[in-house]
């Protein structure tokens, strides 16, 4: 029998930490009932190490020796009632009575029956009828197995009558057989206990709920609980505050609860807090209405139970303004599908196809174009020069594209759940055809990649000869010049001989339609090296070269440098300075310099970047006179600086 909490308890407010005592509200009323006691729970379900529940010793050193027994029964039971028992397990033995001794050899096999269909007989009648067959069948086992019956309807009656130690041998039995039901109330059972340990004082009710209640389960079913908290003094915090942080809490409680039963992924946990919960039940929710016509109570604090009664009793009945907000919400929610319908018409299907096309021709090269100008710029491209698509995937675009636009126009109402159809079987076929022209273009670009790096390196090849001095070379003879000048003379290494002539191979390939990925991949890859080494060996011999533009030159404690480049000499006056003052001035025909004229670091650097080849620098006598001018008489030209 569940205990009953004396009139003098009191609870602490889960905000203000005061001591309040509970004052439950009534349905019925506008005001507060008179403080009722709660009703307490019944022990805990008892944990062993690392918080799992489990048997206890004398059970489990049982189960082991009476397991053939027990599966025995459980078929023979099984084979005369199947379709009523949804479980079967191997409970503790009772509690003796004073001065009663339990017999240790004997054990107790509790079998839970469905009894929703029994119309002919009385439940007591079924019951005793039930305890005799199986009482013979435990006989032909083992004269100390001892069966007993439970109904579903009695162990849902005594939980409205607040007594749970039925739930609580079920909970602490070991099943044998379930259809669904015993797993329920097992992790239900160690989810409220948990859930009351720590939050006790707040809990009005822990309802079970569902199919599993509704006689419509299944193995496969989520054991649904509700779970109603008392949010009436709250004060330090919202209550949406409230409800959120108790619900995370809760609801870890339960993914807690699974890894102890090994029960995963099947509680389902609604947390309400008590005032959603009374609007609720004024606004005539169906679900708060199906939670109370069918729910059990695990644990109720008073609450639940009077609603319960008055459900039945139809005296708690929906608003004038429920029924009307239930009556106009019919068509509401046919607006809502024909508005969602236009919806799938005019943007779902129409970006999922819009938005791969522009991909498509991003990849081709072309920058994305506007929505209107896609399917032409397609047809155009893709089509007629490529022919890497059909013309039909085309119009398709154009099909969705003109729908959206008729619907955003207002030429076209409503879509229809046919043409919503057709649309994306179209678009499904489209997308499937987009995908393969992106590898389609991805095949193409990759070998259009390994002409571009074929000129590169081709050109890169010519720059670096002409550095030689070596003016012109034909296609034909470029690899043998190369070969001969650069690599013969140790100027390169050999590798890169070798890149180059996998190079060739693969533009050979390539133009006989033979190029295969991983060539193009692998050619990419030594030819990126090879350009990277062709650079570096061009900037050093430029450096070398630009070297012999320069006249350096001492000037008192200054070194001073004049750079010939082409048509201009740019002079800086002090190198060691570190804000560099620089200066131009134009070549003249006999070899001196004109006006000079400010100039700076960048312009320098500018002409510099621009001289592919250093031009060959002759210097003339009239240079000589220049220099005294400008960093003065006692000027000297340094050699081998």
Not at 132 to 151: F, G, R, T, Y
Not at 237 to 249: F, H, V
Not at 424 to 442: G, P, V
Request: proline share 5%; glycine share 6%.
């Amino acid at each position: 029998m569940a205990k009953k909490r004396s009139n003098k308890s009191k609870s602490k407010s889960p905000s203000s930490g005061k001591e309040q005592s509970p004052v439950p509200f009534s349905p019925t009323m506008q005001g507060p009932m008179k403080p009722q006691p709660p009703i307490r729970p019944s022990p805990a379900v008892p944990l062993g190490p690392g918080g799992k529940p489990q048997l206890s010793k004398e059970q489990e050193e049982k189960l082991k020796q009476i397991k053939s027994k027990i599966e025995k029964f459980k078929k023979k039971a099984l084979e005369k009632f199947d379709k009523y028992i949804i479980g079967v397990s191997l409970a503790p033995p009772p509690k003796p009575k004073e001065g009663e001794k339990i017999d240790k050899d004997k054990f107790w096999v509790m079998n839970l029956v469905d009894d929703s269909d029994s119309k002919k007989m009385s439940k007591s009648e079924l019951k005793q009828k039930l305890l005799a067959i199986m009482d013979n069948i435990a006989k032909e086992i083992d004269e100390n197995l001892i069966p007993e019956i439970v109904l579903l309807s009695e162990l849902w009656q005594s939980c409205y009558d607040g007594k749970y130690e039925l739930l609580q041998t079920l909970a602490l039995s070991a099943p044998v057989h379930d259809t669904g039901m015993m797993q329920a109330i097992k992790i239900a059972e160690i989810h409220k206990s948990m859930v009351l340990k720590k939050f006790e004082k707040y809990i009005v009710s822990y309802v079970l709920a569902g199919s599993l209640v509704q006689g419509r389960a299944t193995k496969t079913s989520d054991i649904d609980v509700w779970i109603v908290i008392d949010d009436t003094d709250v004060k330090k915090m919202t209550r949406a505050e409230l409800k959120d942080k108790l619900r995370a809490i809760i609801i870890g409680m339960g993914i807690e609860a699974g890894e102890m039963t090994g029960i995963k992924n099947k509680l389902n946990i609604q947390v309400y807090i008590l005032t959603d919960f009374w609007d609720s039940l004024k606004e005539a929710n169906p679900i708060i209405f199906t939670l109370l016509r069918d729910g059990v109570p695990f644990y109720d604090r008073g609450m639940f139970m009077p609603w319960k009664q008055l459900l039945r009793m139809g005296k708690i009945k929906p608003s004038a303004e429920a029924i009307d907000m239930f009556m106009n919400s019919g068509d509401q929610m046919l607006k809502r599908v024909q508005l969602k319908l236009n919806d799938i018409g005019m943007e779902d299907v129409y970006y999922a196809l819009l938005t791969p096309s522009q991909a498509a021709l991003m990849l081709y090269g072309v920058p994305p174009p506007a929505p209107r100008e896609t399917p032409e710029i397609m047809r155009d491209i893709l089509v007629k020069k490529e022919k890497l698509i059909e013309d039909k995937y085309v119009k398709i675009l154009e099909n969705v594209i003109g729908v959206r636009k008729d619907i955003e126009h207002g030429t076209k109402k409503k879509v229809a759940g046919k043409e919503v159809d057709q649309l994306l079987a179209d678009a499904q076929n489209y997308l499937k055809r987009i995908k393969k022209l992106f590898s389609q273009i991805e095949k193409t670009k990759e070998e259009e990649s390994m002409v571009q790096v074929y000129d590169s390196v081709v050109t890169m090849i010519r720059d670096v000869l002409r550095l030689e001095g070596i003016e012109k070379v034909g296609d034909v003879e470029i690899v043998k010049v190369f070969e001969d000048e650069m690599i013969s003379s140790g100027k390169i290494p050999a590798k890169y001989l070798r890149i180059l002539n996998e190079l060739l191979k693969a533009k050979k390939d390539y133009d006989e339609k033979k190029l295969t990925k991983q060539e193009v991949e692998t050619v990419k890859k030594n030819s990126r090296e090879f350009m990277k080494f062709l650079v570096e060996y061009m900037q050093r011999k430029r450096g070398r070269e630009l070297e012999k533009t320069k006249i350096r030159v001492k000037h008192g404690n200054k070194y001073g440098e004049v750079i010939l480049l082409g048509d201009d000499a740019f002079i800086i006056h002090d190198v060691d300075h570190e804000e560099k003052d620089i200066s131009k001035a134009k070549i003249q025909k006999d070899g001196s310099l004109g006006t000079v004229k400010s100039s700076s670091l960048e312009e320098l650097e500018k002409a510099l970047a621009k001289v592919e080849i250093p031009p060959k620098v002759f210097i003339k006598q009239p240079i000589f006179d220049d220099l005294k001018n400008i960093f003065g008489k006692d000027v000297e030209v340094l050699v081998n600086y």
